[in-house]
Structure formats: C-alpha cells, structure tokens
C-alpha cells in the first residue's frame, strides 16, 4: 500500500499523457542547489518557467535552456534542469506552450498533439526563447555562455533555435524530429536549417526510433556536411525514442548515460569556459 501511493504521488507530477511511470524513475535532489517556479516576461505575456542553480555561485553561471518534451515542463524535465544544475549551471525550462494550453490537461499523446501541441507556431516559440534567454542573462546567468538542450519536441525546436540565435554558444538536441510535413505553425524543420546554424550542434538519435526512422539522420547528416557545419550526430544501436526518458518503459539506460556524458563535454568544449 505504501508502495503504490508512494508511486501514485510521483505520477500526479508528471503529464497524464506520459503514462505509465515507471518505477525507477530518478528524482535529483536539491542539496546544493536553488530550484523553483518563475516566471519570464515575453511579448507582454508572463510564461511560466522552472529554473536551477547551484547556491554556491561565483560570478555570473553558464546558461542552459532547456527545451520541453511533448508532455510540457513535468518533473522530468524539472530533474534535467535540477541536474545541470548540480554540474554547475543555470538551467531554466520555460513552459513553451502556456499561450495555447497546458499539456497536463490532455491524457493520451494523439489528442495532445492535435488538441495543443499543432497549434503552437516554431515563431512563437522561438522568439519566446530569445526572451528566456534575455531574462537568465539578468538573473544570475552570463549572456556570453548561452547553451540549449531539449528532448523530443524540444529536440527539434533545439535545432531550429541554433539557426536563429546568433549569440548561442552550443546545443545539444536528443532525438528530434528532423524532416516531416510542413504546416504554416512548422513552416522548417532541422534539415532545412542546416546551412544557417550558427552554434555547434550534437545530435543524439536512437537506431530503433521508429518515429524517426534512420533515412532521416542520414538526410540530415548529407545536409550539414554540405552545409560544412559544426555538428555531429550519435545514433545508438539499440535506443528507441525517449531513451534518456527515465520515467518510461523506452529508458536506455546505457545509451541514455552515455549522452549525457556526451552533451557535457559537448557544452565544456563550446559553451561552458569564458
């Protein structure tokens, strides 16, 4: 009994969509770190965001946004952030969709797509960014070490945003969508925007995502080398989608390590030293 009630609590913090949670979900504490709602002024809007820092800071911290799965900012993406800050960032994770809903009133992935996720415009989003990154420059962060990572629905947005902000310094995009159908709310996808990446960006893909399929990676990595870009990509041979999704049965958890490993050192190398 205690059991159960112990696991159904961690379910109420995560999107109804995302279920079922499983149980060896990782939960990164607070010690030695500040987390909590905030919110961040955008276009005469104040969108929710969740952000982490460590309560130790000297001087102005790297920034990482972090970029929301389909389910919104739930507690897995509230734990990315807890843990890049504990490896010594400011990570902020805006909640992405506020204008046209809230993902946790949705309870399974197609209506949550149709009913929330379609009608959220790549402009809008990508100019609330530029403003979330505006505000962590402000409060606590340095503007200059500017990094974005996001999963899923983010991986992709994370792609798109490295073409559009000049100023970033890395990004790290875990299995987003690369190519697809084209709408007036996604008008590119990443292999449209290879030649227009102004950051270094490492890929993370799983060899058994049967929703991206590896036709796709390969397109994608044909457009960044004739783009000459500064990007790689990592596909892991027995990962499917949401590998790093601890809280779900598609948690790899070898592969999912490794990539985190990855992303550090991609964002030590290009982002994180003054």
């Excluded at 690369?178 to 990443?190: C, F, I, Q, V, W």
């Amino acid at each position: 009994m205690t059991d159960n009630t112990t696991h159904n609590k961690a379910e109420a913090n995560f999107a109804p969509a995302a279920s079922p949670i499983t149980a060896d979900t990782i939960h990164t504490s607070t010690d030695g770190i500040t987390a909590h709602e905030t919110s961040v002024p955008t276009r005469g809007d104040s969108m929710p965001a969740y952000v982490a820092a460590p309560k130790e800071a000297h001087g102005p911290l790297p920034i990482v946004i972090v970029v929301q799965e389909i389910f919104g900012v739930h507690e897995h993406i509230r734990d990315i952030c807890r843990r890049l800050a504990r490896e010594g960032y400011l990570a902020i994770a805006p909640e992405l969709y506020f204008r046209q809903g809230d993902a946790s009133d949705f309870g399974d992935i197609q209506t949550l797509i149709t009913g929330l996720v379609a009608k959220v415009p790549d402009s809008q989003v990508l100019a609330d960014l530029d403003h979330v990154a505006s505000w962590a420059g402000r409060n606590g962060g340095d503007a200059s070490r500017l990094m974005i990572t996001g999963f899923c629905w983010g991986g992709r947005i994370t792609w798109l945003y490295a073409a559009h902000n000049p100023q970033l310094k890395a990004a790290v995009a875990w299995y987003g969508r690369l190519t697809g159908d084209k709408s007036l709310n996604s008008p590119e996808h990443p292999v449209d925007v290879a030649t227009d990446l102004s950051a270094p960006v490492l890929g993370l893909y799983g060899a058994q995502d049967t929703g991206i399929p590896l036709e796709s990676v390969e397109t994608m990595r044909q457009a960044l080398r004739a783009a000459n870009a500064r990007a790689e990509i990592i596909v892991y041979p027995e990962a499917g989608h949401a590998f790093n999704a601890d809280y779900r049965p598609s948690y790899h958890k070898a592969s999912a390590e490794d990539g985190w490993q990855r992303m550090l050192d991609w964002f030590a190398l290009y982002g994180k030293a003054k």
